[in-house]
């Protein structure tokens, strides 16, 4: 019975068994939150490129013009929203208007039951404004 007691073998497996779930469980919501970071930045990439692809287009274009770059960066994704131009009263864009991406997208991850910790689907959200440019 003492050879029992003080017999240590197997305590590493054990110790092992007992941690690993915790383990996954950080690793498995440290990569779903990279893939949530890198959606977020992909989006903030594309609501710029998109403002910026609009205010230097021919004021009748301008929604055109940016949601095509939109499309271009984000390809057909399960995003909403586009580019938007708020009119200064003359019925196209003109000096002083301001162009805006509004751009949402749902974010599912991979495991969802074993990360229910994030809400299932997260909504991304992002926006970039510029001032419309004097187009000649």
């Known amino acids: 019975m003492q050879r029992w007691c003080s017999d240590e073998r197997g305590t590493a497996s054990v110790e092992f068994i007992l941690i690993a779930p915790f383990l996954l469980l950080i690793l498995f919501a440290s990569v779903e ?3 949530a970071w890198f959606t977020m930045n992909l989006l903030t990439t594309a609501a710029r490129e998109a403002v910026r692809a609009a205010v230097v287009a021919a004021p009748n274009q301008v929604a055109a013009v940016g949601n095509a770059r939109l499309i271009q960066m984000l390809g057909a994704g399960n995003y909403s929203g586009g580019v938007t131009c708020t009119l200064n009263g003359a019925g196209v ?14 974010f599912n991850t991979v495991v969802p039951n074993l990360l229910w910790m994030i809400p299932q689907p997260m909504v991304l959200q992002q926006t970039a404004s ?3 440019e004097n187009w000649q």
């Open 33 to 35: 939150l990279s893939r």
């Open 93 to 106: 864009c003109g000096q002083d208007s301001r162009v805006t991406a509004n751009i949402s997208m749902n």
């Open 130 to 132: 510029m001032t419309f």
